[in-house]
T-cell receptor
Framework: DTEVTQTPKHLVMGMTNKKSLKCEQH?????MYWYKQKAKKPPELMFV???????INESVPSRFSPECPNSSLLNLHLHALQPEDSALYLC??????????????FGAGSRLTVL | QQQVKQSPQSLIVQKGGISIINCAYE??????FPWYQQFPGKGPALLIA?????SEKKEGRFTISFNKSAKQFSLHIMDSQPGDSATYFC??????????FGKGTTLSVSS
């Protein structure tokens, strides 16, 4: 299995809602990532988990809360978002070290619209 | 902020032509240079990658040329096809840090 699966594919939420994005991989990768991508822009790193521990937080607002319940799952909890948070949210995974550490496998993304 | 500068922003190529996308970097500690291809509505997918001890890598119609002294690398797509129409991101990686992406190039191959 060489896939990263993200759900939901599309999400529309109001500014007062609480929702979650989910990501799953079964490639045995122990590094997992959340990226945010605006239209016609490169992916922007938000968080990195390494061995289920948060290793990088790129100064992301606290209305985004990541969680890594186990080595295969990654969640992004969303609360009190702003319309400017509307974007494609991408999950990725990789090996933690060695030659595979720099080879990211991305999911198809969750398209988030905040009204 | 470490940067990877990518050009052009957009590119239109005739079917069968050669598409060339260029990237430049400053940090000599980067040791891995991948190219990602992204179709609309999909996540980026690794296309081809090179390490700085190699000057060229070819996989099918896709070739990376790497110039270490100039700190530049480029993607060449030979015999470009309409199915190659996508956004291409160059990137650079230094061990222990996160991947740095270029701003992307939108390629349109006209039939």
């Amino acid at each position: 299995d060489t896939e990263v699966t993200q759900t939901p594919k599309h999400l529309v939420m109001g500014m007062t809602n609480k929702k979650s994005l989910k990501c799953e991989q079964h490639m045995g990768h122990r590094a997992m990532y959340w990226y945010k991508q605006k239209a016609k822009k490169p992916p922007e790193l938000m968080f990195v988990y390494s061995y289920e521990k948060l290793s990088i937080n790129e100064s992301v607002p606290s209305r985004f809360s990541p969680e890594c319940p186990n080595s295969s799952l990654l969640n992004l909890h969303l609360h009190a978002l702003q319309p400017e948070d509307s974007a494609l949210y991408l999950c990725a995974s990789s090996q933690v070290s060695g030659v595979g550490a720099n080879v990211l496998t991305f999911g198809a993304g969750s398209r988030l619209t905040v009204l | 902020q470490q940067q990877v500068k990518q050009s052009p922003q957009s590119l239109i190529v005739q079917k069968g032509g050669i598409s060339i996308i260029n990237c430049a970097y400053e940090n000599t500690a980067f040791d891995y240079f991948p190219w990602y291809q992204q179709f609309p509505g999909k996540g980026p997918a690794l296309l081809i990658a090179i390490r700085p001890d190699v000057s060229e890598k070819k996989e099918g119609r896709f070739t990376i040329s790497f110039n270490k002294s100039a700190k530049q690398f480029s993607l060449h797509i030979m015999d470009s096809q309409p199915g190659d129409s996508a956004t291409y991101f160059c990137a650079a990686y230094q061990a222990g840090t996160a991947l740095i992406f270029g701003k992307g190039t939108t390629l349109s191959v006209s039939s």
